[in-house]
């Protein structure tokens, strides 16, 4: 059987919430910026005037960081606007386009549902992304997804998402505890800045033998025990 | 001395004088022809008896997870999730295993209130960490739940929680079925569906990175 562009859920079953970790008042404005996060109204500058888009953010986890906190001075965004729903059934069409179903569940109208647009891309700086205009954060599934299609799009080579899930997946554990030691810090006075600077220090630390916890976020069987000394770690600081 | 069957069986006859006549019936080969069918009869009361074994088993399991979910069940869910924290879980595969939100788990960890159901579906998960930790002597249990079935195979113990298929995570647990028949129960399209014609490397800047396999 050839690998074509997949879908979220079962065989023949959508699942569309699978597709976010966050949508609207869920997201948290101090999780780290994020392949798939959805940003609106940032200042684009086009081939003309500069403008003002909803936009998904495309750059691979691994290149949106210099240093491991700030951003790199340039990143790739889509433009995201509504589109209809895309059955599951044609997800292996559309291939400019990456399907935003249910990306406003609140709303009623068709804005509900929306996509991105790989064929208008942008150049953003960091400063154009404001926490509070973040709607969305892309699940593993959906980081995933939108990987295999903006690769796709730009290659023509489908790579199945669980290779992408083996690649992307420290990067994503990663982001998870940062938000989590960040979201326990910020109650003892720190801001956003400081502690995610604490939480990478600590990531950081020879966890043995030479390699640093982040390090060990790579093999899916050390990740537990990482998460185990971080919460251990927040226990410690209260 | 040839009995008259025999005897009879061994008779040319009058137009035949080349066909070779059956082997006389020995007493070995009766001897082996019953040996064979209750053989047969043994191995078909084996499948039997191993099916109805199996199914014993999974209702025990369902029996004693169902005990542990009650005793669990007393905890508040703040408590629970503080508990399935401790053993090393992510919050999103709570929320995947749970089949909630990660907002929603964020929520309930804050102390806000949650469902008889969700409560009921956090002590479930607990009581089913107990229960193969404690029944199948399965160490760093949340490390276990992130352990694919086969190398290779980008399916867990979490997938098949998360897809409702306790049966085949306790089995899995228990060492009874080995990997190749709980991912035939889950998918017998599995070799298809998980194979990949890529694999992952370091690339030359340290990181990991995907390239096409060598054919």
Redesign the interface.
Known sequence: ?A?DLEYPG?PGVPDW?SL???RGD?VVRYRPVFTGDVFENVQVQGLGQARTKNVILLQHP?ALRSNGVDLHPRLMVAEVRQHRVIPVEDWTGHISKMPLPDLKPIVASGKRNQAAFFDEPYLIGPDDLDPDKRVACL??TGVNLLLQRWVHHNSRAV??T??????SS?AF?EA?LIE?WVEERLEAGLDVREATIEALKWLREDAGGGVMRQGLL?D??????V??QL?AALRQLR | MPTDRSQELLEPGTAATDIKPPPPITETRTVAHVLTEDIGHIRQQARDLHEVTDELHQRSHYAEWNARTSHRGRSSTQDLLNEL????????DIARLVGV???AIQKWRRGEGTTGENRHKVASLLAACDLVAEHYGIQ?V??WF???LLLGV?LTPVDLWA?DRPDLVFDYASGHTDSDQILMAWDP?WR?????????FRAGDG????RPKER
């Open positions: 059987m690998h079962a919430s976010y970790r966050a869920e691994c699940s593993q790579v199945p669980a290779t992408y899930q083996d690649v420290p554990e998870d989590e790579e899916p069987q050390s990740r537990s025990i998460r185990q919460r | 924290a401790e053993l090393g879980f992510a919050w999103r939100s990660v907002p760093e949340a490390s992130e352990m694919p980008p897809e399209q298809d569906r998980y194979r990949s014609d890529f694999e992952v990181q990991l990175s995907i």
